[in-house]
């Protein structure tokens, strides 16, 4: 059975119990460590899952931020350095990355509250996280206020690629699945995902057809 929520049934539930209602509403989401420093390179770490694809040339992804009501680090690193990284959440350590949403002291780095380690390349001005198995390097291209609720859209200019050579396809597609990554439905419940099949261009005048199947009983 599928029942009816709408905007006035949507208005009048409690503030919490919406956030967790709404946030379940775009289902799967990546689970991304988002680090970042101060002047001082002192890091910061913080969990988001907002992030997407704008585009592939130039190399672009998104994020958004929520307002900065609060003092936010991530979002005052980010626009005081120009750089921060994106490192994918192994599903090996949902728990640690779950932790960096807490409210510590902007004395406290996350990396040591929580049990990561910062890893710093040459010639890039922000921390990656080294227990990460697919690390993203970006240059803020652009940051900007949405008006409909005061969060912040940031978009990055990709600098920086860390991962396994040998999960890049030949058509350059990165096999997510051999990495054992974690994804996050609303605000706090961690999944494994389970791969189904990679499918061949959609051209109108052919039927859906896959080019390689997932053993699906992982
Ligand atoms: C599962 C999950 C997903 C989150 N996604 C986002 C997000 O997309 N954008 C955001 O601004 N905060 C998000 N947060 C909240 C931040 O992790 C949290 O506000 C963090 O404390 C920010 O760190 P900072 O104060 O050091 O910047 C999320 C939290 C959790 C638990």
């Given at each position: 059975?599928?029942?009816?929520?709408?905007?006035?049934?949507?208005?009048?539930?409690?503030q919490?119990?919406?956030?967790?209602?709404?946030?379940?509403?775009?289902?799967?989401?990546?689970?991304?460590?988002?680090?970042?420093?101060?002047?001082?390179?002192?890091?910061?770490?913080?969990?988001?899952?907002?992030?997407?694809?704008?585009?592939?040339?130039?190399?672009?992804?998104?994020?958004?931020?929520r307002p900065?009501?609060?003092?936010?680090?991530?979002?005052?690193?980010?626009?005081?350095?120009?750089y921060?990284?994106?490192?994918?959440?192994?599903?090996?350590?949902?728990?640690?990355?779950?932790?960096?949403?807490?409210?510590?002291?902007?004395?406290q780095?996350?990396?040591?509250?929580?049990?990561f380690?910062?890893?710093?390349?040459?010639?890039?001005?922000?921390?990656?996280v080294?227990?990460?198995?697919?690390?993203?390097?970006?240059r803020?291209?652009?940051?900007?206020?949405?008006?409909?609720?005061?969060?912040?859209?940031?978009?990055?200019?990709?600098?920086?690629?860390?991962l396994?050579?040998?999960?890049?396809?030949?058509?350059?597609?990165?096999?997510?699945?051999?990495?054992?990554?974690?994804?996050?439905?609303?605000?706090?419940?961690?999944?494994?995902?389970?791969?189904?099949?990679?499918?061949?261009?959609?051209?109108?005048?052919?039927?859906?057809?896959?080019?390689?199947?997932?053993?699906?009983?992982?």
């Amino acid at each position: 059975m599928t029942n009816l929520f709408d905007s006035g049934v949507i208005n009048d539930m409690p503030q919490r119990y919406r956030a967790n209602f709404i946030n379940s509403l775009s289902g799967y989401k990546s689970a991304n460590l988002i680090g970042t420093c101060d002047a001082n390179r002192h890091t910061n770490l913080a969990i988001v899952t907002s992030v997407f694809h704008v585009g592939a040339n130039p190399p672009l992804m998104g994020m958004i931020m929520r307002p900065h009501t609060v003092t936010r680090d991530t979002l005052g690193n980010i626009k005081e350095q120009g750089y921060y990284t994106i490192n994918a959440v192994p599903v090996s350590m949902y728990m640690q990355a779950h932790q960096t949403s807490a409210r510590y002291n902007p004395e406290q780095s996350e990396f040591d509250q929580c049990g990561f380690t910062p890893c710093w390349q040459e010639g890039f001005a922000a921390p990656f996280v080294k227990e990460s198995p697919m690390r993203v390097g970006l240059r803020v291209e652009d940051t900007q206020r949405i008006d409909a609720n005061q969060t912040e859209l940031v978009i990055g200019r990709i600098e920086q690629v860390w991962l396994d050579s040998n999960v890049i396809e030949d058509d350059g597609t990165v096999d997510i699945s051999q990495l054992s990554l974690a994804c996050v439905s609303g605000l706090d419940t961690y999944h494994k995902a389970n791969p189904l099949a990679k499918m061949a261009y959609a051209k109108p005048d052919k039927a859906p057809s896959q080019i390689k199947l997932f053993n699906t009983d992982q």
